[in-house]
């Protein structure tokens, strides 16, 4: 797929959105102990932001791997992206991956609670990111 320049700063635009608007959904997940769906919307508020900053740069994948892949290979290990927040994502990727699809597992507060704060600061260092590749 090859995006016009237009039409993937309109994509990356859209994924960032979906990404804060995604992460506003969890609070009142939270207030009423969907815990389970808060996992699920914690996950996929960053995903839509990695995915945002992949297509910013020009890279494209097709699977959950793969966006946690080029993630690593992309930013992380060149330090564009801090290790905790990489560690965070795949924590994140198995929450949801265990919450969606085990029987019998049920989250609680605590489970999700240490996620929120540092899923808002890797949802701004992306946008932070892709401000900066964009002024470059």
């Not at 959904?25 to 945002?52: D, G, H, P, W």
């Not at 966006?67 to 929450?95: A, H």
Request: aromatic share 14%; charged share 30%.
């Amino acid at each position: 797929m090859s995006l016009k320049e237009a039409e993937r700063k309109e994509i990356v635009k859209f994924r960032l959105k979906k990404a804060n608007d995604t992460f506003a959904e969890i609070s009142v997940q939270m207030e009423n102990k969907f815990y389970r769906t808060a996992a699920n919307r914690l996950y996929y508020a960053c995903y839509y932001a990695v995915t945002a900053l992949l297509i910013n740069d020009g890279y494209e994948t097709h699977t959950h791997n793969g966006v946690k892949t080029l993630l690593g290979l992309r930013y992380i290990n060149n330090n564009k992206i801090e290790k905790s927040f990489g560690k965070m994502y795949r924590q994140l990727f198995n929450l949801r991956q265990t919450g969606d699809y085990e029987d019998w597992i049920n989250f609680e507060e605590e489970d999700i609670k240490p996620f929120l704060e540092p899923a808002g600061q890797f949802i701004a260092a992306i946008e932070k990111l892709i401000e900066e590749t964009n002024n470059d």
